[in-house]
């Protein structure tokens, strides 16, 4: 993206991106998502895959519902995360998409009582972020939950991103760990 500078800050970085995914047309928001769920669904890590866990997407993030439906109509078990203090996050299974109600910073989780996919029991795990780099590194919204979460996983991690927002590189910190492949609706690149 030449909007985005390496040398700006992330906190930089995070509000230009904040308003170009505003700037997008509703139409490519569409197109992206079903280029996303057709990428997805079609690869072998998610075919093979018996636990997945996922984001549940809100406003314009590139959409994980209708893959959670996908999963879910073919048995898969699907976990989301529900985020704690200190920076804990959980992976509660749910049978439903009608049980995620809106929780910590207002994005709809599972309930606390659901119960929980230990991390070594996910197969494939869906990392949100606002963008993500040619190498699978991932520009996230601030928080450090899915870096504390990621670290020593072992599940397959698959990036979403809407190809218009790729950029070149990010910043990297040594505690970011990139996902195994990032997914546009053009491209899929495994990094």
Same mark, same amino acid.
């Given at each position: ?25 509703? #139409? ?105 780099? &040619? ?32 950029? #070149? ?12 492949? &990032? ?9």
């Amino acid at each position: 993206m030449s909007f985005l500078s390496i040398q700006s800050n992330k906190s930089e970085m995070r509000e230009q991106l904040r308003a170009a995914i505003s700037a997008l047309p509703e #139409d490519y928001i569409r197109k992206s998502d079903e280029g996303l769920l057709r990428a997805v669904t079609t690869r072998n890590e998610f075919i093979d895959a018996r636990n997945i866990m996922m984001y549940c997407s809100v406003e314009r993030e590139p959409d994980t519902l209708g893959i959670a439906e996908a999963a879910m109509s073919v048995g898969k078990t699907v976990a989301f995360p529900r985020c704690y203090g200190s920076g804990i996050m959980k992976a509660h299974i749910i049978r439903s998409l009608d049980e995620l109600k809106p929780s910590m910073f207002n994005i709809p989780a599972p309930p606390a009582t659901a119960p929980v996919a230990a991390p070594e029991e996910l197969d494939l795990i869906i990392v949100p972020a606002l963008t993500y780099d &040619m190498s699978g590194h991932r520009l996230g919204y601030g928080g450090g939950y899915y870096d504390r979460y990621l670290n020593g996983i072992v599940a397959f991690t698959i990036g979403l991103a809407r190809h218009r927002l790729i950029a #070149d590189e990010l910043p990297r910190e040594r505690h970011d760990i990139p996902v195994c492949c &990032m997914a546009t609706e053009c491209i899929l690149l495994y990094t």
